[in-house]
Structure formats: structure tokens, C-alpha cells
């Protein structure tokens, strides 16, 4: 069952720390390397940050990392004759990086019950604006052969934050963000219409005036691929822009290894950590690990400094929220295609929790609209484990417990697992 929750009217904005306060490691645009496993070998690709580094307190950075070089998967496409080039593009008609094809496979998603969403709508919320987003979003699906997405036929819509179409000034780097999360919304779940928002900047307040107004557009699924660090004041920003009973909201877990960033750490979202994924010979035909590259290249997670444990999450080794729930694919090395024409060529591969957190986002989509009052981010935690992949090797830092290093049920980078369908994402 989902867990109740009791709405507060309190509103007040976030103030975070300054970005000479930003705790989190690694957090600068500066090209990074990371190694990770694919098929029986090991290839070391670089990446970037796709998003600036806040300037002052209480904005944001986005969690997406676009791939600059090195070897990262590849997929076929599904009309690879009219594919565009780029640096991604690959002349025997496949693009690096895994496609919708292969997320559906890794987390089962692929049978006739599963993939539907039909009716449902997943609400991106970003920072500025991507002109090109409808016809990357076209470009995407097509290449992959997906149905068709678009204002035409009411499948896509972008509005401001406050619902209308004085959209914010553009800004290629999330523009980049937003490929990402409109793309894994139409690898996951194919059928669902998709809502763009795009907050004014990445001030927490814009941020948060966004989500609320993709809930009150009606979306019963929210993802927020974005985050800072924490701050005493996040608890009162929790009842102005997350606490929405009934709507499946979730955050990213972070990009910098061992740490709790925030909207994640709110009680009322599902905080979504990353993995490394491997196409493997295993009877799932897949298998993960804790994506963690260094000490400052990684999935986050911990134990929140501020935010209270919820009822339904048991763990001993923390008094206050644990981050993360549950995750999906982040790994740059084991990377996911992204068609990008805003300052970019086309093809990319990016990672980051950035694409874990609409990956969630839309499984709660193709498992059906939440109960009202609930809080969906339980739901899995009441699921049978059978419903979730345990990921039990690897880590993110040197904490010394599970709230960095990944074991048999429960841990702080992985939560309870990546899905395995849609059981643990419906009450």
C-alpha cells in the first residue's frame, strides 16, 4: 500500500549554499575519465558536465554528463539509412549508446503488460529553454521507431512555469539536459505523452514553481534531474514544491560520488541512484553495479543532514533520510543514445543520474497513476523483492557501511535495486 501523506501550505523558498559552499566533489564542467565495464572488456571514455556550476545560493545544477570521447556501446537503429551524422553516428547504421530496445530488456519492460502508459503523462521539469526539444524529441523516436510524439497529436507539450509560452532564455548545456530526459521517457515508455516545463533559472524556486505547476497541469509523474547541496531551509522548501500526495515525483541521487544532495533527499520524492549496465550472458541477459568512478565521480548517496526518515524506509545505519531508493543506468561508460541539436551535432551519449531519474520516473508511469494520498516513493520498499534487480557489487566512496557500498538488500547507492518491471512502482 502507499503510505499517507499530510499536505502542508507553507511556502518559502530554498536557500542553499553559494557555490564556493557546494560540498559535493567534482562538481565543476572540467572533462572527467571514467572506466567502466562493457561486454568482457574494459574502455575508458571522457565526459563532461552538461550544466554550469551555480553561481549563487540557492540555484542548481543539472545531472546530466555528456560523453566527449572514448568507446561506449553501441545500438542499431531502426531507420539507420536516414540517420543524421555526428560524432556519435557510426557508419554500419547504429549509434553508441544503449537505446530504447535495450533499456526495456535490462529492466524488463519490454511484455505486452508492461508496455502501455497510454494516457499517462511524465512531466520533465528543467531549467531555460531548448528551442530545438520537439524536433530532437521527433528525430529520437523516429530513428528508433517509435510512434510518434509531437504538439500535433497532443502526445508532447513544453509550457513555462507558469503554463503558458513565454519560455525562458535558451541555454545549450540544458538544452542537453533536456534531450536526455525527453529521449529516456520515450525509451522507457514509449506510449506516454511527455510535459517539458522549463523553470525561468536554476534558482530552487523557479525549479520548484515548475514542478508545481506540472502537477497542477496534471501530471501524475514528475522527474527532477537536478540538485545541490543541502541546506537547514530544505525542509520548509519540501511543503512548497515536493509534497504532492499522490503524484510520483523523483529526484536525482547526484553525479559526485558519496554524498546527499537535495530535492533528493526530501522525504517526498523517490531519490533515484546510478548503475553501471552490462549486456551480459546471464539468464536476466544483463547485470549491474554501483556506478562509482572515483572519489568525486559517482552516483550520491547517504545520510541526509536535515530531512526526517520516513515511516516506511527501515535501514539502521541512518536516523534521517537515506538516499537513494531504487536506481537505473548512469554510468557515461555504459551510456545512453541522445539526439541533441541545440549547441550540439546530433548523436551524443550521455549518463549521469540525469538519466536514471526519468528512467523511474516513467516505470511509474507504465505502472499506473498513484492512489490518491499516497506517497509513491514507499511503494517499493512494500514491493516483493523479486520485483527489483538487488545490485550487490560495487561502491561510491569510503564510508565504510552500506550507505556507499552496495550488498544484499538494501544500500545507499542502489537502494532497493533497478526495476524488474513494474510491481515495486505500484501501490
Same mark, same amino acid.
Given at each position: 500500500?502507499?503510505? @499517507?501523506?499530510?499536505?502542508?501550505?507553507?511556502?518559502? #523558498?530554498?536557500?542553499?549554499?553559494?557555490?564556493?559552499?557546494l560540498?559535493?566533489?567534482?562538481?565543476? =564542467?572540467?572533462?572527467?575519465?571514467?572506466?567502466?565495464?562493457?561486454?568482457?572488456?574494459?574502455?575508458k571514455?571522457t565526459?563532461?558536465? +552538461?550544466?554550469?556550476?551555480?553561481?549563487?545560493?540557492?540555484?542548481? &545544477?543539472? !545531472?546530466?554528463?555528456?560523453?566527449?570521447?572514448?568507446?561506449?556501446?553501441?545500438t542499431?537503429?531502426?531507420?539507420?539509412?536516414?540517420?543524421?551524422?555526428? *560524432?556519435?553516428?557510426?557508419?554500419?547504421?547504429?549509434?553508441?549508446?544503449?537505446? %530504447?530496445?535495450?533499456?526495456?530488456?535490462?529492466?524488463?519492460?519490454?511484455?505486452?503488460a *508492461?508496455?502501455?502508459?497510454?494516457?499517462?503523462t511524465?512531466?520533465?521539469?528543467?531549467?531555460?529553454?531548448?528551442?530545438?526539444?520537439?524536433?530532437?524529441? &521527433? &528525430?529520437?523516436?523516429?530513428?528508433?521507431?517509435?510512434?510518434?510524439?509531437?504538439?500535433? !497529436?497532443?502526445?508532447?507539450?513544453k509550457?513555462?512555469?507558469?503554463?503558458?509560452?513565454?519560455?525562458?532564455? @535558451?541555454?545549450?548545456?540544458?538544452?542537453?539536459?533536456?534531450?536526455?530526459?525527453?529521449?529516456?521517457?520515450? *525509451?522507457?515508455? %514509449?506510449?506516454?505523452?511527455?510535459?517539458?516545463?522549463?523553470? !525561468?533559472?536554476?534558482?530552487?524556486?523557479? =525549479?520548484?514553481?515548475?514542478?508545481?505547476?506540472?502537477?497542477?497541469?496534471?501530471?501524475?509523474?514528475?522527474?527532477?534531474?537536478?540538485?545541490?547541496?543541502?541546506?537547514?531551509?530544505?525542509?520548509?522548501?519540501? +511543503?512548497?514544491?515536493?509534497?504532492?500526495?499522490?503524484?510520483?515525483?523523483?529526484?536525482?541521487?547526484?553525479? +559526485?560520488?558519496?554524498?546527499?544532495?537535495?530535492?533528493? /533527499?526530501?522525504?517526498?520524492?523517490?531519490?533515484?541512484?546510478? $548503475?553501471?549496465?552490462?549486456?551480459?550472458?546471464?539468464?536476466r541477459?544483463?547485470?549491474? +553495479?554501483?556506478?562509482?568512478?572515483?572519489?568525486?565521480?559517482?552516483?550520491?548517496?547517504?545520510?541526509?543532514?536535515?530531512?526526517?526518515?520516513?515511516?516506511?524506509? #527501515?535501514?539502521?545505519?541512518?536516523?534521517?533520510?537515506?538516499?537513494?531508493?531504487?536506481? /537505473?543506468?548512469?554510468?557515461?561508460?555504459?551510456?545512453?543514445?541522445?539526439?541533441?541539436?541545440y549547441?550540439?551535432?546530433?548523436?551524443?551519449?550521455?549518463?549521469?543520474?540525469?538519466a536514471s531519474? %526519468?528512467?523511474?520516473?516513467?516505470?511509474?508511469?507504465?505502472?499506473? /497513476?498513484?492512489?490518491?494520498? $499516497?506517497?509513491?516513493a514507499?511503494?517499493?520498499?512494500?514491493?516483493? @523483492?523479486s520485483?527489483?534487480?538487488?545490485? #550487490?557489487?560495487?561502491? !561510491?566512496?569510503?564510508?565504510?557501511?552500506?550507505?556507499?557500498?552496495?550488498? %544484499?538488500?538494501?544500500?545507499?547507492?542502489?537502494?532497493?535495486?533497478?526495476?524488474?518491471? #513494474?510491481?515495486?512502482?505500484?501501490?
Amino acid at each position: 500500500m502507499r503510505t @499517507p501523506m499530510n499536505p502542508k501550505a507553507r511556502r518559502t #523558498t530554498l536557500a542553499l549554499t553559494a557555490a564556493t559552499g557546494l560540498a559535493i566533489a567534482g562538481l565543476g =564542467l572540467g572533462t572527467q575519465t571514467a572506466t567502466a565495464a562493457v561486454g568482457s572488456a574494459h574502455h575508458k571514455v571522457t565526459f563532461t558536465r +552538461s550544466c554550469a556550476v551555480p553561481q549563487h545560493a540557492g540555484y542548481l &545544477a543539472c !545531472n546530466a554528463l555528456r560523453v566527449t570521447g572514448g568507446t561506449t556501446v553501441r545500438t542499431r537503429l531502426a531507420h539507420p539509412a536516414a540517420a543524421p551524422r555526428s *560524432a556519435a553516428g557510426r557508419a554500419d547504421g547504429s549509434v553508441s549508446g544503449y537505446g %530504447p530496445a535495450d533499456i526495456q530488456s535490462a529492466y524488463n519492460l519490454a511484455s505486452p503488460a *508492461a508496455a502501455n502508459g497510454a494516457g499517462e503523462t511524465v512531466a520533465i521539469v528543467d531549467a531555460q529553454d531548448d528551442p530545438n526539444a520537439e524536433a530532437d524529441l &521527433a &528525430a529520437y523516436r523516429s530513428q528508433f521507431g517509435l510512434p510518434a510524439c509531437g504538439s500535433d !497529436n497532443g502526445c508532447f507539450s513544453k509550457v513555462d512555469e507558469n503554463g503558458g509560452t513565454n519560455y525562458p532564455s @535558451p541555454d545549450s548545456g540544458w538544452a542537453g539536459e533536456i534531450s536526455l530526459d525527453l529521449d529516456m521517457v520515450s *525509451a522507457t515508455c %514509449p506510449n506516454c505523452n511527455i510535459l517539458l516545463v522549463e523553470a !525561468n533559472s536554476a534558482s530552487t524556486e523557479d =525549479l520548484g514553481t515548475a514542478v508545481n505547476q506540472a502537477v497542477a497541469l496534471g501530471a501524475k509523474f514528475v522527474s527532477n534531474s537536478y540538485g545541490g547541496s543541502e541546506s537547514a531551509d530544505e525542509v520548509s522548501a519540501d +511543503s512548497s514544491y515536493y509534497d504532492h500526495p499522490g503524484v510520483a515525483i523523483t529526484a536525482s541521487a547526484g553525479d +559526485s560520488a558519496y554524498g546527499v544532495e537535495y530535492p533528493a /533527499a526530501s522525504p517526498y520524492v523517490t531519490a533515484v541512484g546510478g $548503475t553501471s549496465l552490462t549486456q551480459d550472458s546471464s539468464a536476466r541477459g544483463w547485470s549491474e +553495479s554501483v556506478w562509482g568512478t572515483s572519489a568525486s565521480e559517482g552516483t550520491g548517496s547517504g545520510c541526509s543532514a536535515y530531512e526526517a526518515k520516513p515511516s516506511w524506509q #527501515t535501514d539502521s545505519g541512518c536516523g534521517n533520510r537515506t538516499v537513494a531508493d531504487v536506481s /537505473a543506468v548512469a554510468d557515461p561508460a555504459t551510456g545512453v543514445a541522445v539526439y541533441d541539436t541545440y549547441g550540439a551535432s546530433g548523436w551524443q551519449v550521455y549518463g549521469g543520474t540525469s538519466a536514471s531519474s %526519468p528512467i523511474i520516473a516513467s516505470v511509474y508511469a507504465l505502472a499506473g /497513476a498513484p492512489g490518491a494520498n $499516497t506517497t509513491p516513493a514507499a511503494d517499493a520498499y512494500a514491493a516483493d @523483492p523479486s520485483a527489483l534487480n538487488d545490485v #550487490t557489487s560495487g561502491s !561510491n566512496g569510503d564510508c565504510g557501511s552500506y550507505l556507499c557500498t552496495a550488498g %544484499p538488500g538494501y544500500d545507499g547507492p542502489t537502494g532497493l535495486g533497478t526495476p524488474n518491471g #513494474t510491481a515495486a512502482f505500484s501501490g
